[in-house]
């Protein structure tokens, strides 16, 4: 409880700090705590900005695409390989070796070869969120408690009966870590997919508002794509917590 | 004069390790008799589990036969072997009762045939009012219990158990060791014992299996004719018990001065 | 037996895509103009490497820069909070949201403060390394066993000596680890507002070669940079392996 009071303070500290300090300052550079809440109205009623609710729904549809992409392929290509290990030991290391390139080296490609539409974003997306998935799925299976498959083997059970009732369960845990790093960076694929160049989405609102050195405006839309992506972490966070707890 | 369940003869089992070879077992046979309480005793590392391991069907022989009820092994055969280890191996996402019935679902019993089969078992086991919870809610002895009653699921003749207490600490060991000779009287089964503990084997068994250190040989195959419930403070006891001792010994200290303790 | 399979399934596979991608441009199944074929990309890349090498170099030394900022203040800080329990417990939720925002939001003010020069850019990629070391480095800190601590303090260390006696070296390798992974947000960083401003590198190249429908020459860049970024992330693992070997 304490704590809770120590952290509201310190909080409201650093707000009060960045007012004082903000308020002399050019506004346009150093936009102050308090001028916010008033950006947020203006972004929600004035008719000469672009319509939020608009553009929020579009980039949230832009991410549920480009996730869902990154799921179904992920999992199905991690699953394909997880049962033919032959497969995994061939194919692992030439994703791994993807992964290690920043995921910003592919954006240009990809604008080019989808345009500026919400098709490169979903690319991008795709791209980003694919990774941790269907590498959360291949150490899932390597990781897999192997006393637990000793003594279902010793139960007779078939191999296939192993791969569904011992090792899927037991890699619950591994796979909601990747499924929520995977939306993390789908998410952060699409934002940034639209921010560098894109006609709609909250990205685009982004750019456009900065463009026009509004950037009270800026701050609010900011801070609240920043609260909806936190939302949704902590959201995939609690998934991902009971998954650990039930997969042992 | 019972007849023999499983026949083990010349049985040797090498290890492939990236520094060198380990001749695990070398030249084992023993032969356990029907509803025999047979203990497996010896130092650490002297290839007592690899023996069960065999016996199990888990381990493949290099040399030598393993016939059970007259015919040879061939990988892990529940119907008429059931294992038990160390680590209870309970699959946590499953609740105690959905563990029980983990051998009979992957056979395809129905499951309301499976459930309450599940049910007798777990009570038999004395964990009545559990079913429903999960492994990390239990304590050690009562998920080794669980393990246990998975094991006599299978409802296989033959139940062979790898330190099953090793992992206890002594008092519930001790009350687990008394438990299981109640359960033994009741379930008629042909039990295989592996440990390293002398008390153990006295208390549980009808024959001790003596074990040298590595390479794994038979030192010695001990009859313990003592009459339940044991009495480990009887003369007959305590002279068993500084004659294994004397044999133990031997090989702990060979093990350990050739490094395998 | 099974290394040389893998390595036959590995190569049979790249090469079937080379040739299907290859017939598939050249034949028009896929647009040469959008997808252009691998014979093109490989000779685009001689004239790219003439024209790419010098903006990579200026992108790398921003990234220095800006990881060289992360490092100093990430480990700086993460060593002092990590250390301090209350502190700690009231500060971390914070950079925990702070981290899990994506840092792309900061790129437009990034810009608008410092102007479209190299010091936007290296602000950006400053930005994006220092959360995951500051993150890594409180955790491995906080993570350091205290009986170690205990023991230290009860032969009579002065808090700079426990700090550079025992603290560092027992979180070193969390310390190592946040590094490496700083290194690859701080290029990343400088990458993305090299793109986004228009800033003089490797990122605006890129950039211009997309929006002037230059394929061959974007792929080729791209294929370069790829390889380089796998090249230099084995090379900071093998490092890493090195460094750590004595645990």
């Known amino acids: 409880m304490r704590l809770l009071l120590w952290r509201a303070a310190f909080l409201g500290a650093a707000l009060a700090a960045w007012e004082v300090i903000a308020r002399p300052l050019n506004p346009v550079l150093y936009v102050a705590p308090s001028s916010v809440p008033g950006a947020v109205l203006r972004l929600l009623s004035q008719p000469d900005l672009p319509p939020l609710a608009e553009h929020l729904g579009i980039t949230l549809r832009t991410i549920a695409a480009a996730y869902a992409l990154a799921v179904v392929v992920g999992l199905g290509l991690g699953f394909v390989m997880g049962f033919w290990p032959l497969l995994a030991q061939a194919y692992e290391p030439i994703i791994a070796g993807l992964y290690a390139v920043p995921s910003v080296v592919w954006y240009p490609s990809l604008m080019l070869l989808f345009g500026l539409g919400p098709a490169s974003k979903v690319a991008f997306g795709f791209l980003l969120g694919f990774f941790p998935v269907v590498l959360a799925v291949l150490a899932g299976m390597q990781q897999t408690d192997r006393h637990l498959v000793t003594v279902a083997r010793s139960m007779g059970a078939s191999r296939w009966a192993i791969y569904w009732k011992v090792m899927l369960p037991a890699m619950a845990g591994t796979l909601a870590s990747g499924l929520r790093s995977g939306l993390a960076l789908s998410t952060v694929g699409v934002l940034a997919g639209e921010l560098l160049g894109s006609r709609a989405g909250v990205g685009f609102l982004i750019n456009h508002v900065y463009n026009l050195l509004r950037t009270p405006e800026y701050v609010a839309l900011a801070v609240l794509v920043a609260a909806v992506v936190l939302v949704i972490d902590v959201a995939a966070g609690r998934i991902e917590a009971r998954a650990k707890q039930w997969s042992g | 004069m019972r007849r023999e369940h499983i026949v083990v003869r010349h049985v040797t089992k090498t290890y492939r390790t990236p520094s060198g070879p380990v001749h695990a077992v070398e030249d084992v046979s023993f032969d356990v008799y029907e509803q025999e309480f047979l203990t497996i005793l010896g130092p650490s590392g002297c290839g007592k589990s690899t023996v069960l391991g065999m016996l199990g069907g888990l381990v493949r022989p290099d040399a030598g036969t393993i016939l059970i009820d007259g015919a040879a092994t061939d990988g892990p055969d529940p119907r008429a072997v059931a294992m038990v280890f160390q680590d209870p191996g309970l699959f946590p996402w499953r609740t105690a009762l959905h563990n029980v019935c983990f051998g009979p679902e992957v056979r395809g019993v129905p499951r309301r045939v499976r459930e309450e089969e599940a049910r007798r078992l777990l009570e038999a086991v004395g964990l009545k009012g559990f079913e429903h919870k999960y492994p990390r809610e239990l304590s050690g002895g009562m998920r080794q219990r669980v393990a246990i009653a998975r094991a006599l699921a299978l409802g296989s003749p033959i139940l062979l158990m790898d330190e099953p207490f090793g992992a206890l600490d002594e008092q519930t060991r001790l009350l687990m060791g008394e438990w299981l000779s109640e359960i033994r009287a009741r379930a008629r089964k042909t039990i295989v014992f592996v440990t390293h503990s002398i008390q153990e084997a006295i208390a549980l068994s009808d024959r001790i299996v003596v074990m040298t250190a590595r390479p794994g040989r038979i030192k010695d195959v001990v009859p313990v004719g003592l009459p339940f419930p044991r009495d480990l403070s009887a003369s007959a006891a305590v002279a068993l018990r500084a004659r294994l001792w004397e044999q133990v010994r031997e090989e702990s200290l060979r093990a350990m001065t050739e490094g395998q303790g | ?247």
């Open chain 3, 1 to 247: 037996m099974e290394r040389v399979t893998v390595r036959v399934l590995q190569g049979a596979t790249l090469a079937a895509i080379g040739l299907v991608w290859e017939a598939a441009s050249r034949g028009g199944l896929l647009d040469p103009l959008f997808v252009p074929p691998p014979s093109a990309v490989a000779a685009a890349l001689g004239p790219v490497a003439a024209l790419a090498l010098p903006r990579l170099g200026e992108t790398l030394l921003k990234t220095l820069a800006g990881y060289a900022i992360a490092v100093g203040v990430g480990v700086g800080l993460g060593l002092v909070l990590g250390a301090a329990r209350t502190p700690r417990e009231v500060v971390m939720p914070y950079v925990t949201a702070l981290y899990s925002l994506p840092k792309i939001l900061l790129v437009p003010w990034v810009v608008l403060l410092l102007g479209v020069r190299p010091q936007a850019a290296v602000l950006g990629g400053a930005l994006f390394a220092v959360f995951p070391i500051l993150v890594q480095v409180v955790g491995g800190v906080r993570d350091v066993e205290p009986i170690l601590l205990t023991v230290a303090r009860a032969m009579g260390t002065t808090r700079w000596q426990l700090y550079g006696k025992v603290i560092v070296p027992a979180a070193l390798p969390a310390i190592l680890a946040s590094m490496r992974v700083g290194a690859v947000f701080a290029f990343v960083g400088v990458l993305l507002t090299e793109m986004f401003a228009g800033i003089r590198g490797m990122g605006f190249l890129m950039h211009q070669l997309a929006l002037a429908f230059n394929a061959p020459f974007l792929f080729a860049a791209t294929a370069m940079i790829s390889v380089f970024s796998v090249a230099t992330v084995l090379w900071l693992a093998h490092w890493n392996r090195r460094l750590g070997a004595w645990r």
